[in-house]
């Protein structure tokens, strides 16, 4: 039904994307599903052919790979519905732990394995709090050492408490906050503090969600964020 109704909007983006530059307007990115399995994401395709030989796996808002159109469907995650498909097959879910790459599924604490026992979403409680990452990322030299030390440790804390207390009311409560975020983001986030605190999660992940104050950071050995 989701991509039925998505399709006239899905096929103008499309257009759009093939216009600009007379290439593949869908991008298909590898990623690791449920115990492990391997599938390909299709999003559409909102950089340059072959952005991801050209620099940094993550997008900062300021990406210079970003094109025209597809600063456009990043704004309004246009390019998240083509997932639907990977819904339709059975490789993802509506509501799960966002799919990771190969590379950052290989260095998974024991931990941040049991993302994997579910079947990888195309929202969660991270969607919703990181929904604006590249602009959390504007501005670094390195966005891939900013996105390890500042949001992906985040994501699966907000990941492994779905899974620890996923339940069907769980999963609508996170699709109709998913909704709100759009026209009204800071309501959602406030919806979100509340879900995870009935959880019992701890504070600092609670400080977090709220996106009051400025992200902390994990820092790890040799990072460029780490403190002299």
Request: aromatic share 8%; proline share 6%; hydrophobic share 45%.
């Amino acid at each position: 039904m989701g991509l039925l109704l998505c399709f006239p909007l899905l096929l103008c983006a499309a257009l759009f994307i093939w216009v600009e530059d007379r290439k593949n307007p869908f991008y298909f990115a590898p990623r690791i599903g449920k115990s492990g399995i391997p599938f390909r994401m299709i999003k559409l395709r909102t950089m340059v052919v072959g952005a991801d030989k050209l620099g940094a796996a993550s997008t900062a808002g300021d990406d210079q790979r970003i094109t025209r159109v597809g600063g456009i469907i990043r704004k309004f995650k246009l390019d998240e519905l083509t997932q639907l498909w990977n819904v339709l097959v059975g490789e993802m879910s509506l509501v799960g732990p966002r799919p990771n790459v190969p590379c950052a599924v290989e260095d998974y604490t024991e931990n941040e394995k049991s993302l994997l026992l579910l079947r990888p979403g195309i929202t969660d409680f991270s969607s919703i709090v990181f929904s604006d990452e590249g602009e959390i990322l504007r501005g670094y030299a390195d966005p891939d050492a900013a996105y390890e030390a500042l949001i992906r440790p985040w994501k699966s804390k907000l990941g492994l408490v779905y899974v620890k207390n996923h339940s069907v009311y769980l999963y609508l409560q996170l699709i109709l906050m998913t909704l709100l975020s759009i026209p009204c983001h800071e309501c959602a986030l406030q919806r979100v503090v509340r879900i995870l605190s009935r959880l019992g999660v701890e504070d600092e992940v609670l400080r977090v969600a709220s996106r009051k104050k400025p992200l902390a950071q994990f820092v790890s050995v040799g990072s460029p964020y780490a403190e002299s």
